[in-house]
């Protein structure tokens, strides 16, 4: 009978082992799709695959359940359209603030909640501006402490030049964060790779 038991109880973690690393796959493969997506549709199928995803690495996948939202509502406010964007807005900020509680140095994290609060700005959603902006600046200075050369904060960076009226230094950063993209190499990774569709047209 112990026998028996010790037999299922390794078919099981067998199982389990290749259900996760099939989904730990199927993760990286959804995370290179980001930067291939055209329109909300792509995004919101992005988005339920990342919250569905049953993998190893949950919080990597909230992040990008977060990132679909926040790129999916970018999308819209270039197109000028769009509905449920202060919806998505708040939906991916509260996912990303859910992660920062346990992951507070994650550079990636914390320019990713920088981003949001900034495009919660942009959407004229805020009772309070100058708490958001704090919360913006201190996101900023976290990201800055521990990765300054990231892209997505360099791009982060720039939109608040670009939104202050300073066109030159926000080209500037823009072109730094083209650059640093355009030298990352994640393929089948989980690594972040995304934010080439954040930037102007002509980079």
Same mark, same amino acid.
């Given at each position: 009978m112990n026998k028996l038991l010790l037999i299922l109880g390794f078919f099981m973690?067998?199982?389990?082992a290749k259900a996760q690393a099939f989904t730990d796959k199927a993760l990286a493969q959804a995370v290179s799709q980001l930067n291939t997506s055209k329109t909300a549709n792509d995004y919101d199928g992005l988005f339920n695959k990342f919250s569905g995803a049953k993998t190893s690495e949950k919080w990597t996948a909230n992040y990008y359940a977060a990132v679909s939202l926040y790129l999916k509502n970018e999308l819209q406010l270039k197109n000028s359209s769009g509905q449920n964007l202060v919806e998505n807005n708040a939906m991916a900020r509260k996912i990303a603030t859910g992660i920062w509680t346990s992951q507070r140095d994650n550079a990636e994290i914390n320019t990713l909640i920088g981003l949001l609060y900034f495009q919660k700005i942009q959407l004229n959603d805020t009772s309070n501006l100058q708490q958001d902006m704090n919360a913006l600046s201190q996101s900023i200075e976290k990201a800055e402490a521990s990765s300054p050369s990231n892209p997505r904060l360099a791009i982060? /960076? $720039?939109k608040m030049k670009e939104k #202050?009226? %300073?066109?030159?230094n926000a080209d !500037? !950063?823009?072109? /730094? $964060?083209? %650059?640093?993209l355009n030298n990352?190499?994640?393929s089948g990774s989980t690594s972040p790779a995304w934010g080439k569709q954040l !930037?102007? #047209?002509? /980079?």
């Open positions: 973690i067998s199982c389990w982060l /960076k $720039a #202050s009226g %300073d066109k030159a !500037l !950063l823009f072109q /730094k $964060a083209s %650059d640093e990352q190499n994640s !930037l102007p #047209s002509t /980079k």
